[in-house]
């Protein structure tokens, strides 16, 4: 017999039981951005980077300058710098990671190992006093490395846990789920530093200990995804089984190599990397550099910092999720490009920020949060549109170096630009040209088609 028009075929004892192992595997996905993030928010957006510069400039010679490897660095410079440093060396070990996850299969002991590596460097830091600006610049290098290139594995997991039509929702849950841990650390960060003597402890002890409690709270977190999540045997996996072995960093960069040759017969999946490394550089260097902008420029002081970055947290959740219904409506293309505008025009506005005003750079940390998610889980649902079956992992690892491997770009910019000028409005205004290049390239990619290129189906909103 027929199923009647308008009714829907009920799911199989098999498809249910599927589909229930598919919303687990989602649920412990989640959780690795609700574990990680707290390292974004409280370590590289709030803390770090004002502390790490008051270090470095209390190590300072009488012209302002220290002095790593026998180089002159203004001390002002010296965070910016290190995070270009730590992209370095992320794009050197990434497509190693990349290349071994498709290999094996085995994604969660590569999971594993970033994390708790990057983990134990953040935990590290509750040692960063005096003038230990090197220890700070060394242990800032390994954790932001680790947590580039733990997200390769992490991504590539999201075309094998969601299908189509649900991966802007899952993507943007994740990020959801990445800004209300990043919301409820910074509320329990604030309360100890704003009332640091009341707990006996010194300013300095109470930023060094939000810091390692990052790194603790990215630890114990990350056990959920490793419980729940699965690692799959895929073609690529098998075939390596039977083939030759050869040295890890050797395959690691014939297989990128391999993955750009691949990726030049789908000139589409390339022009979208293109774009989405020109404007997420200009994320990221806002993302590490807005706290310094905002005590260095500003004069604000660490509590009106944090509260500015919880705001941004709180209304990021909202953002993500919103922009996400949005996609659903207008097509995540549109929707990123609206969020590069209001990123254009919100910097803009950044620049004129009078010195010693708190509403003005509140209402700048709102304006960051509606977009800030938003454009980012919609990139990565939308990329994943663009990967062929079956080499989840290789291309992802070539999305994280679009995503961190030009993100030393943006900081270098901002720490030259500081460096000559003296300005950090100078520096970041500069920042303005990466979200209007980013929207011109992405606009002229039609990705419908790049997702028929890449021989996936095409959504009916993308």
Same mark, same amino acid.
């Given at each position: ?21 598919? @919303? ?18 409280? =370590? ?9 510069? *008051? %270090?470095? @400039? ?45 290999? +094996?299969?085995?994604? @969660?002991? $590569?999971?594993?190992?970033?994390? !708790?590596?990057?983990?134990? #460097? ?12 090197? %220890? ?17 594995? !992490? ?51 109470? =930023? ?5 409690s990052a790194g603790l709270w990215w630890g114990a977190f990350t056990l959920v995804p490793l419980r729940r999540l699965r690692d799959r045997r895929t073609a690529s996996s098998a075939s390596s089984a039977s083939s030759a072995p050869s040295a &890890? ?8 190599? #391999? ?9 589409? +999946? /390339? ?43 709180? /209304? #990021? ?36 920020? &009078? *010195? ?15 977009? $800030? ?12 549109? $663009?990967?062929?079956?079956? @080499?989840? *992992?290789?291309?992802?690892? *070539? ?20 460096? /000559? ?18 929207? =011109?390239? /992405?606009?002229?990619? &039609? ?16």
């Amino acid at each position: 017999m027929g199923v009647p028009p308008g009714e829907r075929v009920p799911p199989s004892e098999g498809e249910a039981d599927e589909a229930a192992l598919r @919303k687990r595997e989602q649920h412990g996905w989640y959780f690795y951005d609700w574990a990680c993030s707290v390292y974004s928010t409280s =370590v590289l957006t709030v803390f770090l980077g004002p502390y790490l510069t *008051a %270090v470095a @400039k209390s190590a300072a010679d009488a012209d302002g300058y220290v002095h790593p490897l026998g180089i002159p660095v203004r001390a002002g410079s010296f965070f910016a710098y290190a995070v270009s440093a730590s992209v370095v060396l992320a794009i050197l070990v990434m497509p190693l990671a990349g290349a071994a996850a498709d290999r +094996t299969g085995r994604k @969660k002991p $590569l999971l594993a190992l970033c994390a !708790y590596l990057g983990a134990a #460097a953040t935990t590290g830091l509750f040692f960063l006093d005096g003038h230990r600006y090197l %220890v700070g610049g060394l242990l800032l290098i390994v954790a932001n490395a680790s947590m580039a290139v733990s997200m390769v594995v !992490y991504n590539s997991y999201l075309p094998q846990i969601a299908p189509p039509e649900e991966r802007d929702a899952v993507s943007s849950r994740g990020w959801a789920f990445g800004y209300a841990a990043g919301s409820l650390v910074l509320i329990v960060n604030l309360v100890l530093f704003t009332a640091h003597d009341s707990f006996g402890l010194s300013e300095s002890m109470a =930023v060094r200990i939000c810091l390692a409690s990052a790194g603790l709270w990215w630890g114990a977190f990350t056990l959920v995804p490793l419980r729940r999540l699965r690692d799959r045997r895929t073609a690529s996996s098998a075939s390596s089984a039977s083939s030759a072995p050869s040295a &890890p960093a050797v395959h690691g960069w014939r297989q990128l190599a #391999a993955t750009i040759r691949d990726m030049r017969g789908k000139p589409l +999946t /390339l022009a979208f990397l293109l774009a989405y490394l020109i404007y997420n550089d200009g994320i990221q260097t806002v993302i590490s550099q807005a706290s310094v902008y905002g005590s260095e420029e500003l004069g604000l002081s660490q509590s009106t910092l944090i509260t500015a970055v919880l705001l941004v947290q709180v /209304l #990021a959740v909202g953002g993500a999720l919103g922009m996400g219904r949005l996609a659903r409506i207008h097509g995540a293309k549109r929707t990123i490009l609206g969020s590069l505008v209001a990123w254009t025009l919100t910097l803009g506005a950044g620049y004129f920020l &009078p *010195a010693g005003a708190p509403v003005g750079f509140f209402l700048l940390a709102a304006c960051i949060g509606l977009v $800030l998610g938003g454009s980012q889980a919609l990139s990565r649902s939308l990329f994943s549109h $663009l990967v062929p079956p079956g @080499k989840e *992992a290789e291309y992802f690892s *070539a999305y994280e170096l679009s995503d961190r491997g030009m993100s030393w770009l943006g900081p270098l910019l901002f720490g030259l630009t500081y460096q /000559l000028t003296g300005s950090y409005r100078d520096a970041i205004v500069s920042l303005v040209a990466f979200f209007a290049l980013g929207f =011109v390239l /992405l606009a002229r990619v &039609p990705v419908r088609q790049a997702v028929r290129d890449a021989g996936n189906p095409v959504p009916e909103r993308i």
